[in-house]
């Protein structure tokens, strides 16, 4: 048996009950070529866990902790014991096709070629890039660790296996309003950077406050929709909280003094 074959076999296991899978007789096994297993593994995604295991960012996977449209999140152990979120973004979707405007319209990437798979490998480079731009302008996101294929290594925000709770989820008052502002604001003008797709089910209520993830769709402030994008950002994270009944900041206002 190959060491990737090993590989497959102990991801496999590991990750199958977790995800609600059976596993087939010996030899009948789900990983075929590019076969997707449950729409999140097929050989090349458990090559780039693998691999990560291997260069030391990760010792081992312990299971999904949360699943969307476009991707998977596992709960990861680091080298050194610490919690790392293990996003895999799912190679047999076809949400990323309505993703193209994200990548073509933003001047640090080209045209996306080749169909699914080419878009959904650029896609976690882009949002590992963008996590570094962020972080490392001070911007409260989860620090990014590494990047493979579609499989992306970062921070895990929460505890003991558990994510932190979402905005969506819990009853935000004023401090959460004015940290949801701040970042929305830190991103245009310390990163250049606008979320694209924020609310308050991609804002995590973490330990010293808001912070925001899921940046794949974030773009450069030069993408010619980059203000759109901006505008309908505020608008959502607004609505949710005049949804908690809070008194807020005009959105109009709001854009005015994030671009001044």
């Known amino acids: 048996m190959s060491q990737l074959d090993a590989a497959v076999d102990a991801l496999e296991g ?3 009950a977790p995800l609600g899978r059976r596993r087939g007789p010996r030899g009948e096994g789900p990983f075929k070529g590019k076969k997707v297993v449950g729409e999140v593994f097929d050989r090349v995604t458990v090559h780039a ?19 969307g449209k476009e991707s ?9 014991g610490e919690d790392i979120a293990l996003k895999v973004y ?10 193209a405007a994200y990548m073509e319209g933003d001047p640090r990437f080209g045209r996306v070629r ?11 480079q882009k949002e590992f890039k963008n996590l570094w731009r962020a972080r490392s302008r001070g911007v409260r996101v989860p620090r990014p660790v590494a990047v493979s294929k579609n499989v992306l290594a970062m921070e895990f925000v929460g505890e003991g296996g558990v994510p932190a709770r979402t905005l969506s989820a819990v009853r935000a008052g004023r401090a959460e309003y004015e940290g949801a502002m701040a970042i929305l604001e830190a991103l245009w003008r310390d990163a250049a950077l606008v979320h694209g797709d924020l609310s308050g089910y991609n804002l995590f209520l973490a330990a010293g406050g808001v912070m925001a993830f899921d940046l794949g769709s974030a773009v ?15 608008g959502n994270v607004t609505g949710h909280f005049v949804r908690h009944g809070l008194e807020v900041e005009n959105p109009a206002d709001v854009l005015a003094r994030v671009t001044r």
Do not use: C, Q, Y
Request: glycine share 10%; proline share 3%; charged share 25%.
């Open 220 to 234: 450069d402030t030069r993408h010619p929709r980059a203000i759109e994008f901006l505008k309908r950002d505020i």
């Open 90 to 99: 799912l190679v047999a979707t076809a949400g990323f096709r309505r993703r």
């Open 49 to 67: 866990i693998h691999s990560m295991i291997r260069e030391g960012t990760l010792a081992g996977v312990n299971g999904a902790v949360s699943a």
């Open 114 to 124: 080749g169909g699914t798979r080419p878009m959904v490998h650029a896609w976690a």
């Open 14 to 16: 590991r990750l199958e």
């Open 72 to 80: 998977v999140v596992f709960w990861a152990s680091g080298s050194r």
